[in-house]
């Protein structure tokens, strides 16, 4: 368990006059004053900390961290699998990082090359023949190919206004078909945890632009009649939309495109080897159908002979939706975790992310109800409704005590068709040790007293806070 440990604010350890840098005197003309009404009257109330201080400040926040590299992160839904730091290195040779946009494309053909293959890379794995890196995360990617369609059908003269969304999708789905102008529709779930057949073939119909569906989707399932559904789909003259986040369950058994999807997106920062989380860069390549390729955002990067060039001469294109090539350095990551795991990997990956997640939701049936599949995917979603009803122990009693054992809690209250929803996903790189120490933790918590889970968590430097309260009475201001 975590010990408890205080944490002093950076203003408690202030010290008057104290400094973390002197500055040499000044050796240029001193300029004009500015006038005194741009002039604060007094200084800001800034901590005064040596460097010392700083340092060891952010050292010691920086131990209370749950993140891959310490603690495990069954995150579901959201892919947080330990990357391999050879990758980090590799984007930061200064080879890469010292080019600049602007260069000449003559300069940049390494550069130029390897965005290339990536493109051809995930074509093949999506079995998408046509490529943008463009856009900067996984809803932008959405976003993005949203307006694809959009452009799509306006070139078709049809007025199609409607994209179907199924009621487990992510939230971002139905965001990012408002942003782009269309009426998000739900679509039921079947009692199997899939699309409802009966409900989606009522709202098919000619003003229907796209159905987005996640698969697997996010109860860990797989949609068995994924052929069928984008069969009903384009005979309605709809296209089909593939929400990305989950293809680390499928790397080399399903091709996407096979399955008859016109668009899609990847998420390199779940799937192929870059930091996520934090809100640091993201990125969002989609892959599309050759009918669509005319209205990617331009540049696309193209191959004459052994020369690599960017190509925006497509008059049909939706234009930029990121400044130059996106975000370089992730896709120089997800470039060479690719290239070092090769077809075979890449189908390991996906067999070991399945088997780690069977096996956790084996060891976690007899304790935690599990609504949907006998078997799942890559992640699966259990239910603490019926403990909560019998115990008063709820989703978030759980989720909050599991920082206690040192682990990071899963997805909480999602996807929302599960009551007291807890989505776990262990990745392919978490060992059985770790799997069975997860669940242990999780038998002994629903079977500890339901006041002591509803303090939880009681090992950290902040309790669990009155998230009502804060919400409706923010404290945005700290007075000493």
């Given at each position: 368990m975590r010990n408890k440990e205080v944490v002093r604010l950076l203003f408690e350890l202030?010290?008057?006059?104290?400094?973390?840098?002197?500055?040499?005197?000044?050796?240029?003309?001193?300029?004009?004053?500015?006038?005194?009404?741009?002039?604060?009257?007094?200084?800001?109330?800034l901590p005064e900390l040596s460097e010392l201080d700083v340092v060891r400040h952010y050292t010691s926040l920086a131990t209370f961290n749950l993140a891959v590299d310490t603690h495990f992160y069954p995150l579901g839904s959201c892919t947080m699998k330990y990357n391999p730091k050879r990758n980090e290195k590799l984007a930061n040779l200064p080879g890469l990082t010292d080019l600049h946009p602007y260069q000449p494309q003559a300069s940049v053909q390494g550069m130029l090359r390897l965005l290339y293959?990536?493109?051809?890379?995930?074509?093949?794995?999506?079995?998408l023949p046509a490529v943008s890196l463009q856009p900067a995360a996984g809803a932008h990617g959405e976003l993005t190919a949203l307006l694809i369609a959009a452009a799509y059908f306006r070139k078709l003269g049809e007025p199609r206004c409607k994209v179907l969304i199924p009621d487990s999708a992510h939230g971002t789905n139905p965001a990012s078909a408002k942003m782009a102008g269309f009426e998000p529709v739900e679509v039921r779930s079947n009692p199997q945890g899939r699309i409802d057949l009966e409900d989606l073939a009522v709202k098919l119909d000619d003003k229907v632009a796209v159905l987005m569906i996640t698969n697997p989707n996010t109860l860990g399932l797989f949609e068995t009649?994924?052929?069928?559904?984008?069969?009903?789909?384009?005979?309605?003259?709809?296209?089909?939309?593939?929400?990305?986040?989950?293809?680390?369950?499928?790397?080399?058994?399903?091709?996407p495109g096979d399955c008859g999807v016109d668009m899609m997106h990847f998420n390199p920062h779940k799937t192929f080897s870059s930091p996520h989380g934090g809100g640091g860069p993201g990125a969002g390549p989609i892959c599309v159908a050759e009918k669509l390729a005319p209205y990617l955002p331009v540049p696309v990067i193209g191959r004459r002979g052994e020369e690599y060039f960017l190509d925006d001469q497509r008059p049909d294109s939706i234009g930029r939706v990121r400044s130059f090539f996106g975000n370089v350095a992730v896709l120089v990551r997800a470039w060479c975790y690719l290239r070092t795991l090769g077809p075979d990997g890449l189908r390991g990956v996906a067999e070991h992310?399945?088997?780690?997640?069977?096996?956790?939701?084996?060891?976690?049936k007899p304790?935690?109800?599990?609504?949907?599949?006998?078997?799942?995917?890559?992640?699966?979603?259990?239910?603490?409704?019926?403990?909560?009803?019998?115990?008063?122990?709820?989703?978030?009693?759980?989720?909050?005590?599991?920082?206690?054992?040192?682990?990071?809690?899963?997805t909480?209250?999602?996807?929302?068709?599960v009551k007291e929803a807890l989505m776990i996903e262990p990745t392919e790189t978490e060992s059985r040790e770790t799997?069975?120490?997860?669940?242990?933790?999780?038998?002994?918590?629903?079977?500890?007293?339901?006041?002591?889970?509803?303090?939880?968590?009681?090992?950290?430097?902040?309790?669990?806070?009155?998230?009502?309260?804060?919400?409706?009475?923010?404290?945005?201001?700290?007075?000493?």
């Amino acid at each position: 368990m975590r010990n408890k440990e205080v944490v002093r604010l950076l203003f408690e350890l202030s010290r008057p006059g104290r400094r973390a840098v002197r500055w040499p005197a000044c050796d240029v003309p001193e300029c004009e004053p500015p006038p005194p009404e741009a002039v604060r009257e007094e200084p800001l109330p800034l901590p005064e900390l040596s460097e010392l201080d700083v340092v060891r400040h952010y050292t010691s926040l920086a131990t209370f961290n749950l993140a891959v590299d310490t603690h495990f992160y069954p995150l579901g839904s959201c892919t947080m699998k330990y990357n391999p730091k050879r990758n980090e290195k590799l984007a930061n040779l200064p080879g890469l990082t010292d080019l600049h946009p602007y260069q000449p494309q003559a300069s940049v053909q390494g550069m130029l090359r390897l965005l290339y293959e990536l493109q051809q890379f995930l074509a093949e794995i999506s079995g998408l023949p046509a490529v943008s890196l463009q856009p900067a995360a996984g809803a932008h990617g959405e976003l993005t190919a949203l307006l694809i369609a959009a452009a799509y059908f306006r070139k078709l003269g049809e007025p199609r206004c409607k994209v179907l969304i199924p009621d487990s999708a992510h939230g971002t789905n139905p965001a990012s078909a408002k942003m782009a102008g269309f009426e998000p529709v739900e679509v039921r779930s079947n009692p199997q945890g899939r699309i409802d057949l009966e409900d989606l073939a009522v709202k098919l119909d000619d003003k229907v632009a796209v159905l987005m569906i996640t698969n697997p989707n996010t109860l860990g399932l797989f949609e068995t009649h994924i052929v069928d559904i984008t069969r009903k789909v384009h005979e309605c003259g709809g296209l089909i939309y593939l929400d990305g986040a989950n293809m680390n369950a499928v790397l080399g058994y399903v091709r996407p495109g096979d399955c008859g999807v016109d668009m899609m997106h990847f998420n390199p920062h779940k799937t192929f080897s870059s930091p996520h989380g934090g809100g640091g860069p993201g990125a969002g390549p989609i892959c599309v159908a050759e009918k669509l390729a005319p209205y990617l955002p331009v540049p696309v990067i193209g191959r004459r002979g052994e020369e690599y060039f960017l190509d925006d001469q497509r008059p049909d294109s939706i234009g930029r939706v990121r400044s130059f090539f996106g975000n370089v350095a992730v896709l120089v990551r997800a470039w060479c975790y690719l290239r070092t795991l090769g077809p075979d990997g890449l189908r390991g990956v996906a067999e070991h992310a399945v088997l780690n997640a069977n096996y956790l939701l084996t060891k976690l049936k007899p304790i935690l109800d599990v609504p949907y599949g006998e078997r799942c995917m890559h992640e699966f979603v259990v239910s603490a409704a019926r403990v909560k009803r019998e115990r008063g122990i709820s989703a978030l009693d759980i989720a909050k005590r599991l920082i206690d054992y040192g682990f990071h809690p899963p997805t909480v209250y999602f996807p929302l068709t599960v009551k007291e929803a807890l989505m776990i996903e262990p990745t392919e790189t978490e060992s059985r040790e770790t799997l069975d120490a997860f669940a242990q933790a999780l038998v002994k918590i629903v079977a500890e007293d339901s006041q002591v889970l509803q303090q939880a968590p009681t090992t950290t430097p902040v309790r669990r806070p009155d998230e009502v309260t804060a919400a409706r009475h923010p404290v945005l201001k700290w007075t000493p």
